[in-house]
């Protein structure tokens, strides 16, 4: 990461400047908040395709909740929040009961979300002036240190504590690396599945209502192609497809790296799709790294 961030600070003009910066620090922040939830989902041996769709459907409930309804802005966010537990629950529920594949549910609502946010919206953007508290605690700055990154900091402190030194925790480590070896010792691993997809359905609520906080409008196109970043930013910081290993650490390290790339890269005169193809090919080098380095293991 800090190779990157070098090399882009060195080839471009405005790398550094606080023309691109914000823009970074945007990206970074909530790519890394979402990704605390994915990180848990994928050492599950789960994962959710929905995240960047979901993002989009929860940018427009808030802009209807706080300029068509008229509701205060914290209340707004919060029931936006409770909204998207409610879809990572629900998604979570589809996944269990049906006993489907997380892949095929979350596909599923990764299309329908995104066109329920086209017809909540009637396909307009939403804004608002960006006046009181709730603007400053989301899209400002405190000791010119962006609440974004306060925002995913604290996520990720909490992210990682959670994952490392709580009971559930161990739990997921177990479920992820032996589904019937946790079951047998007593481990609810439903539960535990369930607990991991309502979080990060939470944590996609929270990032939509900073999104809207820093850009005081609500577009249904908002979060088309997050979930790539999201999902990239959690393999590339070293979490296995396969279940049972991860680290908040890896992750915010996989963060800072996939929006260094795409940030540099667009800097650079390519598009935004030229940056998501070399983030392609880079989570593939590092899954092909990673289960090599996993087949030498087990021959050893």
Do not use: C
């Not at 808030?62 to 802005?73: E, N, Q, S």
């Not at 959670?162 to 690396?177: C, F, N, P, Q």
């Not at 650079?268 to 983030?279: E, H, R």
Request: aromatic content about 10%.
């Amino acid at each position: 990461g800090g190779i990157l961030f070098l090399f882009f600070a060195l080839t471009t003009d405005t790398f550094l400047t606080e023309f691109h910066l914000p823009n970074m620090v945007r990206n970074v922040s909530l790519i890394g908040i979402v990704a605390v939830g994915m990180t848990y989902l994928l050492i599950l041996g789960e994962i959710d395709l929905s995240v960047g769709s979901v993002m989009g459907f929860l940018v427009i409930m808030f802009g209807v909740l706080a300029t068509r309804v008229g509701l205060d802005p914290w209340l707004a966010a919060l029931l936006v929040i409770l909204l998207g537990i409610a879809t990572g629950t629900f998604a979570g529920l589809i996944r269990i009961l049906l006993n489907i594949p997380s892949f095929i549910v979350t596909l599923a609502m990764l299309t329908a979300y995104r066109s329920l946010a086209l017809i909540v919206s009637n396909e307009r953007p939403m804004s608002m002036s960006a006046e009181g508290p709730f603007f400053q605690f989301t899209g400002g700055a405190i000791y010119h240190i962006p609440w974004l990154i306060v925002w995913m900091l604290v996520v990720m402190a909490i992210g990682g504590i959670v994952l490392k030194y709580t009971r559930y925790g161990s739990h997921v480590y177990a479920t992820g690396g032996n589904l019937q070896a946790a079951r047998d010792s007593g481990i609810n691993t439903n539960r535990v599945k369930l607990i991991a997809f309502a979080t990060t359905g939470g944590l996609v609520g929270l990032a939509s209502v900073l999104l809207f906080g820093y850009l005081h409008v609500a577009e249904s196109t908002s979060g088309t192609g997050f979930e790539f970043r999201v999902i990239g930013a959690v393999i590339v910081g070293g979490t296995a497809l396969t279940g049972g290993l991860g680290t908040i650490t890896g992750t915010f390290i996989g963060t800072l790296i996939i929006a260094i790339i795409t940030g540099g890269m667009v800097l650079l005169g390519f598009s935004q799709g030229a940056a998501d193809i070399s983030t392609g090919f880079l989570i593939i080098a590092v899954g092909t790294i990673d289960l090599l380095l996993r087949r030498a293991a087990a021959r050893e």
